[in-house]
């Protein structure tokens, strides 16, 4: 009957084109990612990426899969936790629940998943651009080990930057908590860990789509991350994390093309402080100066709660000029284009987190059809900026998982999206999310320039 479980779990989790029907916010069925003795009617456990629904599809047919009755560490279905995970969140067309191209895309090709954080068959694909500079696949993003699909570990970056989580135990679980012990349990976005020796309110559904706790129920927190004290079980000795995860609200369905209808995810508070459960110093403000209002302006751009859009604009000498970073926001258009206003100035290529952590607040701006709330850009300035208004949270493009090429002069050249870094403008158009390049000055510079209007 295992097989059966999983098998509907992923036809409800196809259906409504997302995983929550699987994961529900917490712990979802054992059975999903664990095996007990690697066997289902006398045949070998292995599920192959894309074919999750077909129950006649145990048989041992993907490298690394192990051998009827010899199991993998933590009785996983997949050689490792990534592999296990991938075994539903990768596929080659485009579903909510999906975080992975699989099969990886051939040369010159593009990766189909547009998720909010991002696609993991990016780390595949290798460039050569037009200056002679190699952007090897490693470097678009955090490189997770699936030794399943291929996924390797970073060759370079041993460590996290900023801290001191080894690269060899990088794993989708590093930052997702797959028991998911942790709970909002209030309309604040309040969360608290279920503990040994404590009562909490149960779990009910995911937290990442808009759901409220009730007087009986909780929700998950978002995307199953890690709380405060999370340590995995496979990383014996790991410093457990300072910081709760952030409280944000996601379209039920958010992996999409947005050629046309932006994904507006509504960060609301806590994202580069839970970031920084890894890249502490990066989030270090006090290794530079100088400074205003507290805030490192000098060798680490402001990221975090305290990071309000009600700053002033800065020269490189530190000194307040010009108007706020919220009121540059809604006039930036484009290159040379500064007729903005406020109620369409929203892009989700430069997300800001609401500096707010009630549901029902971001639950009104989150959506995936073009909805007036969610254009509208920040309006009072207590908005900030986050580590997610640079970067994805998986992998991209471009290097270090940024949201667009910030290595060359221009976006678009002559109108047409650049290949100066190698990618073809197909691949270059798919890393933007399928967006017209029209939708840019003809000469575009990097979208830095979103928050300092320095073009």
């Avoid at 295992?2 to 916010?25: D, E, R």
């Avoid at 919220?326 to 100035?345: E, F, H, K, M, R």
Wanted: proline share 5%; net charge negative.
């Amino acid at each position: 009957m295992k097989w059966l479980k999983v098998a509907f779990a992923s036809v409800v989790a196809l259906s409504f084109n997302s995983a929550y029907a699987f994961h529900s916010g917490g712990v979802a069925d054992c059975d999903g990612c664990h095996t007990m003795h690697n066997s289902f009617e006398n045949k070998a456990v292995a599920v192959h990426p894309g074919n999750e629904g077909d129950i006649n599809n145990v048989t041992n047919i993907y490298p690394g899969a192990s051998t009827q009755f010899q199991g993998k560490n933590f009785l996983l279905q997949g050689s490792d936790t990534s592999s296990t995970c991938l075994n539903c969140h990768a596929g080659s067309s485009l579903s909510s629940f999906e975080v992975c191209t699989y099969p990886f895309p051939a040369v010159g090709a593009s990766p189909v998943q547009r998720t909010p954080g991002g696609d993991f068959s990016w780390l595949t694909l290798t460039f050569s651009g037009s200056r002679g500079a190699t952007v090897y696949g490693e470097r678009h993003g955090h490189n997770v080990i699936a030794a399943d699909f291929g996924l390797v570990q970073d060759t370079t970056q041993t460590v996290a930057p900023g801290g001191t989580y080894p690269a060899s135990n990088l794993s989708c679980a590093s930052c997702h908590d797959p028991h998911s012990r942790a709970r909002i349990y209030d309309a604040n976005g309040d969360i608290n860990e279920a503990k040994l020796g404590q009562n909490v309110l149960p779990i009910y559904t995911s937290g990442s789509y808009g759901a409220v706790a009730t007087a009986t129920a909780a929700t998950g927190v978002y995307r199953l991350l890690g709380p405060a004290t999370y340590t995995q079980m496979s990383l014996p000795g790991e410093v457990p994390f300072a910081s709760n995860p952030p409280v944000a609200v996601a379209p039920s369905t958010y992996n999409q093309t947005e050629g046309v209808n932006e994904v507006r995810v509504a960060y609301g508070a806590g994202m580069s402080e839970w970031c920084a459960n890894c890249h502490v110093s990066i989030h270090n403000g006090n290794t530079g100066a100088p400074s205003i209002g507290g805030a490192n302006t000098a060798l680490i751009h402001p990221a975090g709660n305290t990071a309000l859009l009600t700053a002033a604009a800065n020269n490189l000498n530190g000194n307040a000029v010009g108007t706020t970073i919220a009121a540059i926001y809604n006039a930036y258009v484009a290159s040379g284009n500064l007729t903005g206003v406020q109620t369409t100035s929203y892009t989700s290529m430069v997300p800001y987190e609401n500096g707010t952590t009630v549901i029902a607040t971001l639950a009104a701006k989150s959506s995936n059809a073009g909805s007036a709330a969610s254009h509208a850009g920040p309006i009072t300035g207590t908005e900030n900026v986050m580590c997610l208004s640079c970067h994805r949270a998986h992998a991209t493009g471009f290097l270090s998982m940024t949201r667009w090429d910030n290595t060359t002069n221009f976006i678009t050249s002559a109108g047409a999206f650049t290949t100066s870094i190698g990618l073809t403008a197909a691949q270059y158009q798919a890393a933007m999310y399928d967006r017209n390049p029209a939708v840019y000055a003809t000469y575009q510079r990097s979208l830095c320039n979103k928050c300092h209007a320095k073009d």
